[in-house]
């Protein structure tokens, strides 16, 4: 697609149900990054993926938290057993090839906003 | 890892150049400055990156210093679409090029009518 796709764009859970958070990267971008951003706060880097592998996964804050990734396409961040602290905006981003991005950085969706009630 | 500092907030007026200072005095030789922004409700967008030399886009200017401690980007005539969160994030190498970004808490610019 012409950009990074995430959904839903807002989803609102009951404490300790779980949620999964959806990522569609640009076509061909092979590495795909999740970041959460809590409100008025900066983006915390959570996982990175180069192709369906996840080379770097220590943002990720509890083993609640995991993601997987598929066909070096779409990938899913599921957090199980949600509590009122998740609450934030997941944020996806996506770039070409680790050359590549010297010259082109990531390009981010517009994230979900997760709220735990 | 290189940190960075920035101010937490500064305005500027329509039509007037912006300067958002960042301080990054412990970068080290191979590690590049990027800048991001972020309008509200909206993810970050990426700006403009430079390593050692002075860099301009159709977005922006980036002024790095000869030590590379600190650098300024610069727009050149701000408007109203152009408040938003600043980021200045030095990119980490790690051996297995994951090329992780930082995000610090940025600056908030707001330009004024």
């Known amino acids: 697609g012409a950009g990074v796709s995430q959904s839903p764009s807002n989803k609102v859970t009951e404490k300790g149900k779980d949620v999964e958070l959806r990522c569609d990267p640009i076509?061909?971008?092979?590495?795909l990054y999740w970041y959460r951003q809590r409100l008025g706060q900066g983006l915390e880097f959570l996982i990175y993926?180069?192709?369906?592998?996840?080379?770097?996964k220590s943002g990720l804050p509890s083993d609640r938290f995991s993601a997987e990734r598929t066909g070096e396409s779409v990938s899913t961040l599921t957090i199980q057993r949600t509590q009122q602290e998740d609450s934030a905006v997941y944020l996806c981003a996506s770039s070409l090839n680790r050359q590549l991005i010297f010259n082109y950085g990531y390009t981010f969706g517009s994230g979900t906003r997760l709220t735990v009630v | 890892d290189a940190k960075t500092t920035q101010p937490t907030s500064m305005d500027c007026a329509e039509g007037r150049a912006a300067n958002l200072p960042c301080n990054h005095s412990?970068?080290?030789?191979?590690?590049?400055v990027y800048w991001y922004r972020q309008i509200h409700s909206q993810g970050p967008q990426y700006i403009i990156h430079g390593l050692k030399n002075n860099e301009t886009n159709e977005m922006a200017s980036l002024i790095i210093t000869e030590d590379r401690k600190s650098s300024t980007l610069i727009l050149p005539h701000a408007t109203l679409r152009d408040t938003a969160v600043y980021y200045c994030?030095?990119?980490?190498?790690?051996?297995?090029?994951?090329?992780?970004?930082?995000f610090g808490s940025g600056t908030r610019l707001l330009v004024r009518p």
């Open positions: 076509s061909g971008h092979t590495a």
């Open positions: 994030i030095v990119r980490l190498n790690r051996m297995d090029s994951s090329y992780k970004l930082i």
């Open positions: 993926f180069q192709g369906n592998s996840a080379p770097d």
């Open positions: 412990t970068i080290s030789g191979n590690e590049y």
